[in-house]
């Protein structure tokens, strides 16, 4: 399984020289396995990868976490939905009231974009989510609910030898109970348990995250405390607040894991990281 | 053991704050949770017990009438929304271990998340008067 990071902002594209880095395209990450190809939200940075994309691709899932701006902005220009020759599948989560295609059409129509679904040459075919198991050939790949403001799903993907779990926005003190020692009652713990590879939100630092109570995100030190109980193998941090240049969140990371004893690798995730897993 | 589903996480994070007395249960009725304020009724600690099966805390919580008579399970708004998935309040006697008999009101609501995955339910307490 091959992965590759488009987009690992958080909440808004944050381009510029003070993010060159670790970049500013918010949330997508492509996976390939044989013929098959997945791509983890539709961030800005789809936009990017919809220009490079082999030719040869004709049928492409999209999972999308939820439907917050940053995780779906760049799906109007993501140029295979143009092509008449390429199937394009959209997954994401079952609100339980108002249907997923109804929800995406209030981005995909007028005065926020100029083309509606019903224009494109394919109409993408549409599939709701919720606690579910499914396979793309040989991915298996598990959705659930995890504590972020709205439906909002966490993957696993497995290829049997390798697991990525992804939860680019993600709560952990809110959906916890007694966090991070009672993995039965943490929010994605089953997402990520013993992942080779886990894409978590780090969006702030403590002192951030206790005036942001309730937004939805996680700091530093709670992804690690995750990953940690997770028992992952590496943890990449996702989901980089917007304000925060490559400079502070180098020294969040660094803050965050002073005095702690790890034994597993956590690193700040890097537009352009390519992981085999 | 697998971990319980957002909404009966939530529900706990709920019931935690709360200062009336909450049971979580899942839907084979096995207590999960039970909060502070229902320690007072139980007359147990969560930390020391932590969830219980059905057939254990159904020993240690008995439901009666005025006179002391077991109530019937069928009866008692945890079980009816256990078997109905919807709403279902009551109230009835209990001897807590003091020796103390309280009339306690129960009201039970099934926790039904998105995508209508039916999870347990919450029974919330109150403690109307001390015999």
Request: proline fraction near 7%; include cysteine; glycine fraction near 8%.
């Amino acid at each position: 399984m091959k992965v590759k990071i488009w987009g690992c902002r958080g909440s808004l594209p944050a381009p510029g020289p003070e993010t060159m880095v670790y970049g500013g395209n918010t949330s997508c990450v492509q996976i390939t396995h044989g013929d098959t190809f997945i791509i983890l939200d539709a961030g800005s940075g789809i936009q990017r990868l919809g220009k490079y994309l082999n030719p040869q691709v004709k049928e492409i899932h999209i999972l999308l976490t939820h439907l917050h701006i940053d995780h779906m902005m760049g799906l109007g220009f993501f140029q295979p939905l143009y092509n008449p020759d390429v199937t394009v599948h959209i997954w994401g989560p079952s609100s339980g009231k108002e249907s997923l295609l109804n929800r995406l059409r209030r981005y995909f129509s007028p005065p926020l974009f100029p083309v509606m679904f019903s224009e494109l040459p394919n109409h993408p075919i549409i599939h709701e989510l919720g606690y579910d198991n499914f396979e793309f050939g040989a991915l298996k790949i598990h959705s659930e609910y995890v504590c972020h403001p709205g439906p909002t799903l966490g993957y696993r993907i497995s290829d049997g030898k390798g697991v990525l779990a992804y939860m680019p926005d993600h709560e952990l003190s809110l959906g916890s109970a007694n966090f991070p020692n009672d993995p039965e009652w943490t929010s994605g713990f089953e997402i990520a348990n013993s992942a080779d590879l886990l894409l978590h939100d780090g969006s702030y630092n403590a002192k951030e995250y206790a005036t942001k109570i309730g937004w939805g995100h996680s700091s530093v030190r709670d992804a690690v405390a995750f990953g940690k109980m997770c028992k992952v193998k590496k943890l990449a941090i996702f989901h980089h607040e917007p304000m925060h240049s490559d400079h502070q969140l180098e020294h969040i990371l660094h803050t965050s894991l002073r005095n702690q004893k790890l034994d597993f690798e956590v690193f700040l995730c890097t537009e352009g990281d390519e992981f085999e897993i | 053991m697998p971990a319980q589903p957002l909404e009966l996480i939530l529900a706990r994070q709920f019931a935690d704050s709360l200062s009336m007395p909450v049971f979580i249960v899942d839907t084979e009725g096995n207590l999960l949770f039970y909060n502070e304020p229902a320690e007072e009724i139980f007359g147990l600690r969560f930390s020391e017990t932590g969830g219980m099966r059905l057939e254990e805390w159904a020993t240690i919580f008995r439901p009666i009438d005025e006179e002391g008579n077991p109530l019937p399970p069928e009866g008692l708004p945890l079980v009816k929304t256990l078997t109905n998935q919807i709403p279902a309040s009551g109230s009835f006697y209990i001897n807590n271990l003091k020796g103390e008999r309280i009339l306690i009101s129960v009201t039970a609501v099934p926790v039904i998340g998105r995508s209508n995955r039916y999870s347990g339910a919450m029974a919330i307490f109150w403690k109307t008067q001390l015999q």
